[in-house]
């Protein structure tokens, strides 16, 4: 028999908390009105509606949680539905379709020593792994991540990076491509954190989500490293529409980023090349 519930048709979610992480950005905190868990899985994106202005997608920032109807998605104003999204007050209602898209696959990493590169916005969908990550902290070798972000006055989530950063059982380097004189840390684009770490290339996988020009050096940074491309894990961000894999809206090359992806292992997208 046929679901009566069309994937189409979003489901009510009330804001409970807002915070700001830099001028453009903001954090939400949305509950699910039906009170059950989102389900997603590290890496997953859901489409959020404005009611009366539109849909997009945003990457779930909240590691998994089978206990609670919260999750959180971290947003940069940029055109209608961002900015109306940034109006809403709490207790206001969206909807959500999803969550959608491929996920990272956290059972292949256990025991394994991991490598996070987050650039920029990049570091939203990477909240979602490394705190599914230091949840299960015991599953999992050696954590590393690296943060780069354009000026410090861009960079987000700066408290609880600095609350992290703090733990004996996770590598924390940070660094901007301008600073200003509020920053005392690494100036240079995230490559330049690569000679201050060092990893045995046998057992560290790595994900890396940020601008797409980022990828093509972060990969040669891992090549240098051993790391084979097997072990590299991206997402990639397209403009979406259904997030079904029904309208082509996202593809490249045949690939439907909401459908196959948003997380790619390298070697599935390294043909891409310049559409990359
Ligand atoms: C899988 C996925 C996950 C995402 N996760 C996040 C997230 O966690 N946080 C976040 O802030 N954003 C995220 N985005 C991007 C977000 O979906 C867009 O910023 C949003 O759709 C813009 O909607 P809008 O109506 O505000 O802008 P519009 O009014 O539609 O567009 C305003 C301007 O922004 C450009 N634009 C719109 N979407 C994109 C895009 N995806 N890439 C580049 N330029 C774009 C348009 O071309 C236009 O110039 C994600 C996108 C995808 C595909
Ligand atoms: S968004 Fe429609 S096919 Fe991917």
Redesign the pocket.
Known sequence: MKSKFSPYVPRPATLVAKKELNEF?TLFEFAQDSGKPLAHRPGQ?IQVSVYG??E????V?SPPRTDHHHFE?????????????HALEVGNKIGIRGPY?SYFPMQKFVGQDFLFVAGG?GY??IRSVLHYMLRHRDEFGRIILLVGTRNPGERIFTDQLAEISKRNDLEVFETVDVADDTWKGNVGVITTLFPKISINPETTSVATIGPPIMYRFVIQECSKLGIPQDRIYV??????KCGLGKCGH?QINGIN??LD??VFCYTEIAGLGEAL
């Open positions: 950005v994106f202005v539109g997009a997608p945003f990457s920032s998605i971290a947003v940069r104003k940029i055109g209608s539905v961002t900015n109306a999204l898209g916005l939203i969908p997402s990639l961000e397209r403009h979406m996202c980023c909401c992806g948003p």
